[in-house]
């Protein structure tokens, strides 16, 4: 086996995570590995790599009882990883971000810069990414921040390469253009781990799949041997039924309407979200979704256009505007806007004080607490206290949180950028049901998905952009996954 893992167990503090994980992975496969949020996939692969220490049990690599020291030990073993959370410098350029810490240099030490560059071009183009690599890497997308993670690891000639959560924010030519190469280092013999939520992705990509449920490895199948419904059963240890919960929509007046808006890579959108409607935003990387949305919001600056609430212009010239208009944005950037992570979960939740939500009044500490302790607990957050750091939880549940920290504005219009990204299957409904209540009390949704099921699934229009630019809208009836994707790509 090139790694074997026994009985391995881990607790930060009093919490026990691991309980006892059985792993092996084989030479050029690729093994999935899957299990709700918090079911410690991301803790064993730090554990196998050196970035946290194994309370008991033991690894093998190649056969040999292997404990790596730190991540770099690790890395130099050959084993890459590509983290969940991304790592990129935003102040370096895309090149420099793809060699740093193993920068070419001369034999006088001076940077081989333009064989960087070439490199970095190179390797990019294998992943069908072309891009200006002397950008700063500020610029990027977080998918395309995702794709120099992934050529990052790829240039390292690694024989065991983890992918945690790989796809989360990757479109489908990115997805395939990944899964093309994933194949092609198999075939030389490289093992994958591939960690997901999406189980098309798996019964597709994968040999074989283990599935984690609270800190136990419950089984480990050949893929051909199993099912979606066993899987989810086994993740999750009860039936879940429907994927996408029912709702029979109430809609009613145009809440925000936005006519003729162009900034920063969007031009010319118009579009109007109604009381109780759930509005899907579908479209390639890329094609300007998120940027309108940040137009709109006051983040960055919308320059033409008009923004309505209720048939009347408001001016919004900064997030607190927007706020304070009854607009909540929940970004795909959970990262970098949604969470403040060496804060609470508490002080996360009830921060949405958001600049003068509480309008100056005290919020008291118990009722603080209350109102946060209520959304952990209708989200399902998987916490030991609420008083954690936000940086403590899982992807997944940090996702939630964020989704917590929005709701707690009471928003008219809620836009909702990728929310179920990095979300498990059981979650992910939890998101919908919450999506679909908010509708039913009247709330306005604006959902960005690169997910079509997701988008088909939820939305009672949607809207297509394409190139910065609205192609097309189709209602419920309407919409197919062809007839999105025809408007999404121009036609091909
Ligand atoms: N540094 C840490 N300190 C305290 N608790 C932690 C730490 N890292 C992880 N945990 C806890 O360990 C549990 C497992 O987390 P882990 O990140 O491994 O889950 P996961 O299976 O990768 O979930 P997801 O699908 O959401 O990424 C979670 O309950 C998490 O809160
Ligand atoms: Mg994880």
């Not at 998918?143 to 690891?153: D, F, L, S, V, Y």
């Not at 990262?335 to 921060?351: A, P, Q």
Request: proline share 3%; hydrophobic share 40%.
């Amino acid at each position: 086996m090139r790694i074997q893992m026994n009985g391995i167990t881990k607790a930060f503090g009093a919490v026990p995570v691991l309980k006892g994980v059985d792993f092996e992975l084989a030479p050029g496969e690729i093994h999935a590995l899957m299990g709700e949020n918090g079911a410690g996939k991301s803790t064993l692969m730090k554990i196998l790599t050196g970035v946290h220490e194994a309370d008991s049990g033991g690894i093998q690599v190649d056969d040999v009882e292997t404990r790596y020291a730190n991540p770099k030990q690790a890395e130099e073993a050959g084993i890459a990883f590509i983290h969940q959370e991304l790592n990129i410098l935003p102040d370096l350029t895309v090149a420099e971000n793809l060699y740093l810490g193993r920068e070419l240099k001369n034999r006088f030490g001076v940077l081989k810069q333009g064989e960087m560059k070439r490199h970095a071009e190179q390797q990019l183009a294998e992943l069908n990414v072309f891009m200006d690599v002397e950008q700063l890497a500020r610029n990027l997308s977080v998918g395309q921040q995702q794709m120099i993670e992934i050529a990052k690891a790829l240039m390292t000639d690694a024989k065991v390469i983890i992918m945690d959560e790989p796809t989360a924010a990757l479109t489908e030519r990115e997805i395939r253009a990944l899964f093309s190469v994933a194949t092609a280092l198999r075939a030389q013999g490289v093992s994958i781990v591939y960690i997901s939520h999406r189980m098309e992705e798996i019964f597709e990509l994968c040999d074989r799949i283990t599935v984690l449920r609270d800190g136990v490895s419950v089984s480990t199948h050949d893929i051909t041997e199993t099912t979606f419904e066993q899987i989810v059963r086994e993740m999750v240890g009860r039936e879940i039924g429907e994927r996408y919960p029912g709702r029979t929509p109430r809609i009613g007046e145009t809440i925000l309407a936005v006519e003729g808006a162009s900034g920063k890579d969007f031009e010319d959108i118009t579009f109007e979200v109604r009381a109780g409607e759930i509005v899907g935003f579908s479209g390639l990387m890329g094609a300007g979704r998120t940027e309108t949305m940040r137009g709109l919001f006051g983040v960055d600056r919308m320059k033409q256009g008009k923004v309505l609430l209720d048939g009347k212009p408001v001016k919004i010239k900064t997030p607190y505007d927007a706020i304070k208009n009854g607009i909540g944005f929940l970004t795909e950037d959970r990262k970098g806007e949604g969470l403040f992570l060496d804060f609470s979960l508490r002080e996360n939740i009830s921060m949405p004080a958001l600049g003068g939500l509480s309008k100056g009044s005290v919020i008291k500490e118990s009722e603080e607490k209350r109102f946060a302790q209520n959304y952990l607990e209708s989200l399902q957050v998987r916490h030991h206290s609420m008083e954690q750091p936000a940086k403590s939880l899982s992807g997944g549940n940090q996702q939630k949180v964020v989704l917590a920290k929005w709701l707690g504005t009471k928003p008219r219009v809620l836009i909702l950028d990728e929310p179920t990204r990095g979300v498990d299957v059981g979650a992910k409904k939890e998101i919908y049901t919450i999506m679909n209540q908010l509708a039913e009390e009247g709330v306005a949704i604006v959902m960005i998905s690169s997910d079509l099921p997701e988008v088909l699934g939820m939305s009672d229009r949607v809207y297509v952009m394409r190139e910065g630019r609205m192609s097309g809208m189709l209602t419920r009836s309407e919409a197919t996954q062809e007839g999105i994707m025809t408007l999404a790509t121009g036609g091909q």
